[in-house]
């Protein structure tokens, strides 16, 4: 049985996590909270690259995602190993994510948004909506996936979801002091992405986020209570 964890952060692919939610995850680490990732595929397609091939570019960003989450305090790393561009909403994912949140048990569940209009990564839009799916009702009702419950795994109740690069937020974190912390992570996927032209344009997106607030670095989120 896994250790219980404050946050589960889902992505599909590696790299995701600290494009949209590394500055609250390193927030969330240094107030003490314990965070857990779920990477959904292996990335194996995110390459202009024609002589790497899928198998060594899949080996290459789960090392990049492990360096990114030692670097932010993730105290775990989970890999599904889904096909990149291959996701669909199936009982058997929606099963792998519910099987995560009985193990970790968080409070909180994060993952991006399914609602992002018009173009939007296929594996983000699904993923968003399995981790809907999953938080309620099927990780609180007993007789959903009751093969679980002979794994020891018990049914739990998510208190929030919070839904990153979706059309609308309504919540937003101070990531003013952790900004630096998620550009060191962001470093670590070196074969996904340009530090110097990345940086420009997540602080960029950092302070149109933080427009109306206090704060001059955001991130922005869609945060919802669970049903009960």
């Known amino acids: 049985m896994a250790v219980k964890a404050d946050v589960l952060v889902v992505c599909p692919h590696p790299d995701d996590a600290e494009f949209g939610i590394a500055g609250t995850v390193a927030r969330w680490t240094r107030e003490g909270k314990s965070v857990v990732y779920a990477i959904c595929t292996k990335g194996e397609k995110g390459t202009s690259d024609r002589n790497?091939?899928?198998?060594k570019l899949a080996r290459i960003r789960e090392r990049e995602q492990k360096a990114a989450a030692r670097v932010l305090g993730v105290k775990e790393v989970v890999f599904l190993r889904y096909l990149d561009q291959s996701l669909e909403d199936t009982p058997e994912f929606r099963k792998e994510i519910v099987r995560l949140i009985r193990q970790f048990r968080p409070e909180i569940v994060a993952a991006p948004s399914p609602y992002r209009r018009y173009l939007w990564h296929r594996d983000h839009r699904i993923t968003g909506q399995v981790v809907l799916d999953a938080v309620y009702?099927?990780?609180?009702?007993?007789?959903?996936?009751?093969?679980?419950?002979?794994?020891?795994?018990?049914p739990h109740k998510v208190k929030e979801v919070w839904l990153w690069a979706g059309d609308e937020t309504n919540h937003h974190i101070d990531i003013t002091?952790?900004?630096?912390t998620k550009i060191s992570a962001?470093?670590?996927?070196?074969?996904q992405v340009d530090i110097k032209e990345a940086?420009?344009?997540?602080?960029?997106?950092?302070?149109a986020e933080a427009e109306g607030t206090s704060f001059k670095l955001a991130e922005g989120f869609y945060r919802a209570e669970a049903m009960p």
């Open 52 to 55: 790497l091939t899928p198998e």
């Open 199 to 207: 940086e420009e344009w997540v602080r960029e997106w950092a302070v």
């Open 186 to 191: 962001l470093r670590c996927h070196k074969s």
């Open 137 to 154: 009702p099927f990780a609180r009702d007993h007789l959903a996936y009751p093969d679980l419950l002979a794994e020891g795994l018990e």
């Open 177 to 180: 002091d952790t900004f630096d």
